[in-house]
């Protein structure tokens, strides 16, 4: 029997205000609701259906950008991925070469995405989980056949993520939690499940194509209809004592930032 999933993306843009005769600025927060009726355009105007954006969108070599910032129910338009060089101001630079005392300081690239996504309001809770209480345990196994039983955890990090394969939002994010899984390679007290919705033949033909780093469970539907989620990608972290520390549904620019900076703490 088919399952129909709403898909809801959230996207954080920030614009910044510079005040005319100090250093300080404002930060300006804007959100956005994406899902299958929104009007999404290509670069010329051209409007495309559903399934060509999303389909564009599984490559991951596009972003969504809103054509109104002002207008919550924008139209967005679908552009190819481009690096783009984020510069901070650090109000109390140190003159380093002859320069004025006040002078702007640029900041390294690593510093400046660092201060950027600290500056972005949080990424949106779920409705499915609150912060502090302990998260229902589960038991099953992973795509290999393994045991997992999330009580067994307990004592580490657990990173978890709800997704599936026809999900956009989903194919987006996956570059950056492998990237995550990578910062912390090595060390046992961080583990990353992820339970997918779509079974085992699908799972396996789905990951020969596209590498997801995460221990991958497959249908995991009777897992997410237990916390009622219904809203995907959705990612919650463990501390070590089995309770949320973080949780989030959809993806925004700076949910890895988050991330990391909550599974630090619970390291600590």
Same mark, same amino acid.
């Given at each position: 029997?088919?399952?129909i999933?709403?898909?809801?993306?959230?996207?954080?843009?920030?614009?910044v205000?510079?005040?005319q005769?100090?250093?300080?600025h404002?930060v300006?927060?804007?959100s956005?609701r994406?899902?299958?009726?929104?009007?999404?355009?290509?670069?010329?105007?051209k409007q495309?259906?559903?399934?060509?954006?999303?389909?564009?969108?599984?490559?991951?070599?596009y972003?969504?950008?809103?054509? @109104?910032m002002?207008?919550?129910?924008?139209?967005?338009?679908? @552009?190819?991925?481009?690096?783009r060089?984020?510069?901070?101001?650090?109000?109390?630079?140190?003159?380093?070469d002859?320069?004025?005392?006040?002078?702007?300081?640029?900041?390294s690239?690593?510093?400046?995405?660092?201060?950027?996504?600290?500056?972005?309001?949080?990424?949106?809770?779920?409705?499915?989980?609150?912060?502090?209480?302990?998260?229902?345990?589960?038991?099953?196994h992973?795509?290999?056949?393994?045991k997992?039983?999330?009580?067994?955890?307990r004592?580490?990090?657990?990173?978890?993520?709800?997704?599936?394969?026809?999900?956009?939002?989903?194919?987006q994010?996956i570059?950056?939690l492998?990237?995550?899984?990578?910062?912390?390679?090595?060390?046992? @007290?961080?583990?990353?499940?992820a339970?997918?919705l779509?079974?085992?033949?699908?799972?396996?033909?789905?990951?020969?194509?596209?590498?997801?780093?995460y221990?991958?469970?497959?249908?995991?539907?009777?897992?997410?209809?237990?916390?009622k989620?219904?809203?995907?990608?959705?990612?919650?972290?463990?501390n070590?004592?089995?309770?949320?520390?973080?949780?989030?549904?959809?993806?925004?620019?700076?949910?890895?930032?988050?991330?990391?900076?909550?599974?630090?703490?619970?390291?600590k």
């Open positions: 029997m088919k399952y999933f709403l898909l809801l993306l959230f996207i954080t843009w920030s614009s205000a510079w005040s005769d100090s250093l300080s404002k300006v927060n804007r956005f994406i899902d299958s009726h929104s009007v999404v355009k290509d670069s010329t105007g495309l259906t559903y399934k060509e954006w999303s389909d564009l969108m599984r490559t991951r070599q972003v969504l950008l809103p054509e @109104n002002e207008d919550a129910k924008t139209a967005f338009i679908l @552009n190819r991925k481009d690096e060089e984020v510069r901070y101001i650090k109000p109390n630079a140190t003159p380093a002859g320069t004025p005392a006040n002078a702007p300081k640029q900041l690239p690593e510093e400046a995405k660092e201060q950027y996504m600290a500056s972005l309001s949080k990424p949106y809770e779920s409705a499915y989980f609150n912060t502090g209480e302990v998260m229902e345990p589960f038991s099953t992973d795509i290999n056949g393994n997992i039983k999330l009580k067994d955890l004592g580490k990090v657990v990173v978890l993520n709800f997704w599936f394969i026809g999900c956009p939002a989903c194919m994010e570059p950056e492998n990237k995550l899984v990578d910062d912390y390679k090595g060390n046992a @007290n961080v583990v990353f499940l339970i997918a779509d079974y085992r033949y699908d799972l396996k033909k789905f990951l020969k194509q596209t590498e997801f780093k221990d991958i469970i497959d249908d995991g539907r009777d897992i997410a209809a237990g916390y989620i219904g809203l995907y990608p959705t990612s919650v972290i463990l070590k004592e089995g309770k949320v520390a973080f949780h989030t549904v959809g993806f925004a620019v700076n949910s890895p930032y988050w991330m990391r900076k909550t599974i630090n703490e619970g390291l």
